[in-house]
């Protein structure tokens, strides 16, 4: 008894802990060391307390112990003067190590003037700094007091800074500062420019900040941003200011919810902008240009800072965004990706191609679209050097290799054990403590909560499809208490691991009843997974489709973010095409998951009363059953689509590298037909076998959709299919399969077919196949021809209205909700619409 209420206690008070912590809404950095190094006095700036030299001596290991102060008076007076009077010299290779509690991004300031001390003069210093693997900094040059940023990814559990003088010479340090970071503040999401080839990978090199610029408005400094960082006004880089107006609006900068926040920037960045001086002259039409000055032959990556404080209506503003000579975000339209709000926060991330110049231009210009007002307008802009292929972010050409890790601060083991025993012990407790309360549970178990089974639930879906949209908060009868679903994964057991998404990890389970689950649970920390977290129980609680996976449940308990579905025995179709080693499926299976997977994107497509566009079509979201019937899964980036009296949604760019549709990708335009391209480049890589993005491969081979249409075009598409499948397609059926997919990559979204059309055509390439196969080829093919030929005519035919009624005769209907039904009801809607 008395254990129960001690744990009672503990995971009360843990839960009260958990609450503040998460609705203080504040990134608070797990780990912080500020030095104030060469001086023995703390220097206080803002809230934080720069330790002296002296009482971080159990940081640093250094055969010197030479403290030094300035004798010059060109020190500017800003926040951060008591910092560069002082600094220590070290003329040996000397080092500093930090106890990292967080893994992940960390920020590394160096603090360097270059006036001279009392002896030295930094002008002769001549040094490297390096961590583990990357060289920071090589060589310190400035005219003036400096703070070089460093955003690293640490993996271990320890940093080691190490300072590397050059011979007969000496280095120097005014301050450091070492202080944890968000790690949702760099994703992998970055586009490439020229080519537009997605940057992989950009959450674990280091960078270092070259510029941070608020546009239109004063200087943050470091105290006044959430992040400690530093933004400089953009006037000194404006290539000419006559051009360009600023606008000022910070009180009424709004964050939306899963998009940027004001750890990206605070709200002094954001409510500030630089925008074109077209106010007299509707005729305007020239660029705001910007050059900074870079390194070359490095990579950058670039954030641009948007929000519209400069509109007065919410659609009056579209423009252009150059970075060098690319339009990266061409028509780009603020309030449309915010709906309808003015003044959100919206950033976009882009990685350049090796620059070869001292210069990145950056301009922003009116777009033609739509006969708006021309005007452009920009925020804030973040330029970082992302380090070279041998690790460094300095000009050297090798970086030396991890060096031991130094003296390791006694206090800091002896509060990690401390912290460590205790943690252990909560857990062991919160083990016990489940473990007793799972046993009384699993007496009411069968009364409180039932799974539901997939069969079952679909009177349930139904039941909630009429109403109007539902949010993750509401309780819809899918919601499942969290000792069920710890249980049913044998609390998250690691082993029982079956995949690692974007949303977090997805665990095999099976409840007390049998029924076998896969439980996807996301990372209560990220923003971005409660939007897609609500989007996806929204929509899978509306639609129940034999070819889409079925939610069973959710569990939204103390700030968890948990979906059930059904369990997919055989895992995604991805792992079943390459790379996984398992036994690779024969060509009518997949044809039959092809054809199943269209399926499920037709009745999203149609089979309700407004179209939902999927947006993130791809082979890992294609998932098998024991029998290998395809499902459609993965519905966290879905959206509703058009209303019939619109032609397309504007929204961010979302999806998968290689599966975009570059029209979306130009225009920032969503219609089903986005999700057509995506599917034809899984035609492809169901044919192939091969990542549609590979980057190993000689260029003109990395893209799968551009490599295979080049194919396609010479008519030669079987020389790269498959090696498992040569001589065992037979040519008609790889003919009208080919034919297929090439049309779903159609460049603009309405010469693409629709996924009724892919269906059929698909079916069409199935019986091709088995014709020959199981029959007859001469007799039984002639025949299925001239059954079928009505609908072949008609996927080149551009009178959809004569053509729908005959799709709906040739396909047979499997399921309830299935192709013809809907297909009628979608023909309707289009006449009568018109
Ligand atoms: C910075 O913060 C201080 C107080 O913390 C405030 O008085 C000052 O106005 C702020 N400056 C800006 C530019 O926001
Ligand atoms: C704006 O800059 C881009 C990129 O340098 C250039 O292509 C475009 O023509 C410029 N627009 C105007 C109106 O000068
Ligand atoms: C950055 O360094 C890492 C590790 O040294 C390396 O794997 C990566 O390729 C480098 N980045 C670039 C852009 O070369």
């Known amino acids: 008894m008395i254990e129960t209420c001690v744990f009672k206690l503990l995971i009360w008070v843990f839960c009260v802990f958990l609450y503040f912590a998460c609705f203080s809404c504040q990134f608070v950095p797990a780990d912080k060391y500020y030095i104030n190094c060469g001086s023995n006095e703390n220097v206080t700036i803002g809230s934080q307390v720069y330790l002296a030299d002296n009482l971080a001596s159990k940081y640093l290991s250094s055969p010197d112990n030479i403290l030094e102060a300035t004798t010059s008076n060109s020190i500017p007076q800003t926040d951060e003067f008591g910092l560069y009077k002082n600094a220590r010299i070290f003329t040996k290779s000397s080092k500093y190590t930090f106890k990292i509690s967080q893994k992940g991004r960390v920020w590394i300031r160096l603090y360097l003037s270059p006036f001279v001390f009392n002896t030295y003069n930094p002008s002769s210093a001549k040094f490297l700094v390096s961590i583990p693997n990357h060289v920071l900094l090589n060589d310190f040059k400035s005219d003036s007091v400096a703070k070089r940023e460093f955003l690293v990814n640490i993996t271990s559990d320890s940093l080691v800074i190490t300072l590397s003088p050059s011979e007969n010479s000496f280095a120097f340090l005014n301050a450091l500062e070492v202080v944890s970071a968000p790690d949702f503040l760099i994703t992998d999401d970055a586009q490439g420019v020229s080519p537009a080839v997605k940057f992989e990978g950009l959450p674990t090199q280091a960078l270092q900040t070259i510029r941070r610029v608020n546009m239109g408005g004063p200087t943050v400094t470091a105290k006044n941003d959430t992040l400690g960082r530093t933004w400089e006004p953009d006037t000194k880089y404006l290539l000419d200011s006559n051009l360009a107006r600023n606008v000022s609006k910070i009180n009424s900068v709004r964050y939306p919810s899963g998009g940027a926040t004001a750890e990206f920037a605070p709200k002094t960045v954001y409510g500030t902008a630089t925008k074109m001086r077209s106010e007299d002259d509707p005729g305007s039409n020239f660029n705001v240009t910007w050059d900074f000055p870079v390194d070359q032959g490095f990579r950058y990556f670039v954030r641009f800072h948007f929000c519209d404080v400069a509109s007065n209506s919410t659609n009056d503003l579209y423009f252009n965004v150059y970075l060098g000579p690319s339009n990266v975000l061409p028509d780009f339209d603020l309030t449309t990706i915010n709906q309808n709000f003015?003044?959100?926060?919206?950033?976009?991330?882009?990685?350049?191609?090796?620059?070869?110049?001292?210069?990145?231009?950056?301009?922003?210009?009116?777009?033609?679209?739509?006969?708006?007002?021309?005007?452009?307008?920009?925020?804030?802009?973040?330029?970082?050097?992302?380090?070279?292929?041998?690790?460094?972010?300095?000009?050297?050409?090798?970086?030396?290799?991890?060096?031991?890790?130094?003296?390791?601060?006694?206090?800091?083991?002896?509060?990690?054990?401390?912290?460590?025993?205790?943690?252990?012990?909560?857990?062991?407790?919160?083990?016990?403590?489940?473990?007793?309360?799972?046993?009384?549970?699993?007496?009411?178990?069968?009364?409180?909560?039932?799974?539901?089974?997939?069969?079952?639930?679909?009177?349930?879906?139904?039941?909630?499809?009429?109403?109007?949209?539902?949010?993750?908060?509401?309780?819809?009868?899918?919601?499942c208490p969290f000792v069920a679903v710890q249980e049913a994964?044998?609390?998250?057991?690691?082993?029982?691991?079956?995949?690692?998404?974007?949303?977090?990890?997805?665990?095999?389970?099976?409840?007390?009843?049998?029924?076998?689950?896969?439980?996807?649970?996301?990372?209560?920390?990220?923003?971005?997974?409660?939007?897609?977290?609500?989007?996806?129980?929204?929509?899978?609680?509306?639609?129940?489709?034999?070819?889409?996976?079925?939610?069973?449940?959710?569990?939204?308990?103390?700030?968890?973010?948990?979906?059930?579905?059904?369990?997919?025995?055989?895992?995604?179709?991805?792992?079943?095409?390459?790379?996984?080693?398992?036994?690779?499926?024969?060509?009518?299976?997949?044809?039959?998951?092809?054809?199943?997977?269209?399926?499920?994107l037709h009745y999203l497509h149609t089979g309700y009363a407004k179209a939902v566009i999927h947006r993130d079509v791809k082979s890992a979201n294609i998932l098998l059953d024991e029998t290998f019937l395809a499902k459609v899964a993965d519905f966290g980036l879905s959206k509703t689509g058009p209303e019939l009296d619109q032609t397309h949604v504007s929204t961010a760019v979302k999806g998968s590298f290689g599966y975009l549709d570059p029209e979306y990708f130009r225009r920032q335009q969503l219609t089903e037909k986005s999700d057509v391209y995506s599917f034809g480049v899984v035609l492809f890589e169901v044919l192939c076998a091969r990542p549609v993005i590979d980057p190993s491969l000689p260029r003109e081979m990395v893209n799968l959709a551009e490599w295979a249409m080049k194919w396609q075009k010479r008519g030669q598409l079987d020389q790269i299919i498959d090696p498992n499948l040569a001589g065992k397609i037979k040519p008609d059926s790889l003919r009208k399969f080919a034919e297929t997919a090439e049309k779903c990559l159609a460049d603009f979204g309405v010469d693409r077919p629709s996924m009724g059309d892919v269906l059929w055509n698909l079916e069409y390439a199935l019986q091709l196949q088995e014709a020959v196969l199981h029959n007859d080829p001469e007799e039984n093919s002639t025949n299925i021809i001239r059954e079928l030929s009505p609908q072949l005519n008609n996927f080149n035919n551009d009178d959809s209205t004569t053509s729908a009624g005959q799709h709906d005769m040739s396909v047979v209907d499997d399921d309830l909700s299935g192709v013809s039904m809907s297909r009628v009801f979608s023909q309707l809607v289009k006449s009568e619409g018109r």
């Not at 009116?366 to 292929?389: C, H, Q, R, T, V």
């Open 489 to 600: 994964t044998n609390n998250f057991d690691e082993s029982w691991v079956i995949g690692i998404g974007g949303f977090g990890k997805v665990y095999k389970g099976e409840f007390s009843d049998g029924t076998k689950v896969a439980v996807k649970r996301g990372n209560p920390r990220s923003q971005q997974g409660l939007a897609e977290f609500r989007t996806e129980i929204e929509m899978l609680s509306q639609f129940r489709h034999r070819h889409l996976v079925s939610l069973i449940g959710y569990c939204d308990e103390k700030s968890e973010m948990i979906l059930i579905y059904e369990y997919m025995e055989n895992g995604t179709l991805k792992s079943h095409l390459y790379g996984s080693g398992l036994p690779s499926l024969g060509w009518k299976e997949r044809l039959e998951i092809c054809i199943g997977s269209a399926r499920g």
């Open 342 to 479: 003015l003044a959100t926060a919206v950033y976009r991330d882009f990685v350049t191609s090796t620059i070869s110049s001292s210069n990145l231009r950056v301009s922003i210009g009116p777009s033609s679209f739509g006969n708006s007002y021309p005007d452009a307008i920009l925020n804030g802009l973040e330029i970082m050097k992302i380090n070279n292929s041998v690790g460094s972010l300095g000009g050297v050409d090798t970086v030396p290799s991890s060096s031991g890790s130094g003296s390791k601060s006694n206090v800091g083991v002896i509060v990690g054990v401390i912290a460590g025993i205790a943690i252990v012990l909560f857990i062991v407790g919160l083990f016990f403590y489940i473990r007793r309360k799972r046993r009384l549970e699993r007496l009411h178990h069968s009364k409180t909560w039932v799974p539901l089974s997939v069969n079952a639930s679909y009177t349930m879906g139904s039941k909630f499809s009429n109403g109007t949209t539902t949010s993750a908060g509401s309780d819809f009868g899918y919601r």
